[in-house]
């Protein structure tokens, strides 16, 4: 494959977005990832024979490094962690557009609990088709070890509990139910929307207070959410609910003012499989929410 130019590199950003944004979970730093793989191969262009395959390398490469920082960052976080939120309109599905990028936030919440062996290996190989020979190239590894690491990823993304394979439309109706019961108060109406090993897991960031672990089970749940609006919502004043879309999933966001004029923000996204919700996805630090054109 002769040597790119920059339009024909923009023409493969796409999908170098796509690999990786599953790898790191975040739109800025996979952004910033394919950047500088470019980079690279504008210093090495001459030399290379296979662009797209030695710029997934490339790109692979630096994100494993970002992966083993990250580890450390992660660590001391305060609370729990969740990826930053794209929140886009909640359009008909006929005219929402697909991205490349686009995964949900129940799978990269998944992906974050494997070692960055096991995602790299998982990302590359599962959802792209790279050969076990080239994850073994960016793992710096054996053809054996990356196919362990990604058998194992695999595993671990099946058995996890946080499963999420409903359509639009269900997500929609289930969500609408939930929030309903847990506004009212309603238990049994939330007992038959909650999967009995439902999460909800809500980031902070530090800025704004929320719980500091995940809550599991779906009674743990029920009362946590009945809680939540009932008591830390009440003081919420000139609040707007509006459906919205996370990555391609339905989603809530609650924007409003408290009493005392502090500002609220907050994404719900939801992870529904079988008719019952399987993950609550609570971002509320302001700083991972990218809000568009609402």
Known sequence: MPSLTTTEFEAQRPYLMAVAYRMLGSRAEAEDAVQE???????????????RGWLTTVTARICLDQLNSARVRRAAYPGQWLPAYVVDPDADPADHAERADQVSVALLVVLERLTPEQRVAFVLHDAFGVPFDEVAEVLDTTPAAARQHASRARRAVS???????????????????????????????????????????GDGGGVVRTALNQVTGAEK???????????KMADVVEAEVEPVLVNGSAAVMLRGVRSDGEQVLAVLA?????????????QQNPEKVLVGDL
């Open 37 to 51: 793989a470019w980079l690279r191969y504008a210093q090495h262009r001459d030399e290379i024979r296979d662009a």
């Open 159 to 201: 058995a996890g509990d946080i499963r999420h394979t409903a359509g639009l439309a269900e997500q929609r109706k289930v969500l609408t139910a939930f929030l309903s019961a847990a506004q009212s108060g309603d238990m049994r109406t939330l007992a038959a929307v909650l999967a009995p090993d439902v999460v909800t897991i």
């Open 221 to 231: 749940v029920a009362r946590f959410w009945v809680g939540l609006l009932r008591n």
């Open 270 to 282: 939801v992870a529904v499989d079988g008719g019952r919700i399987t993950g609550l996805f609570n």
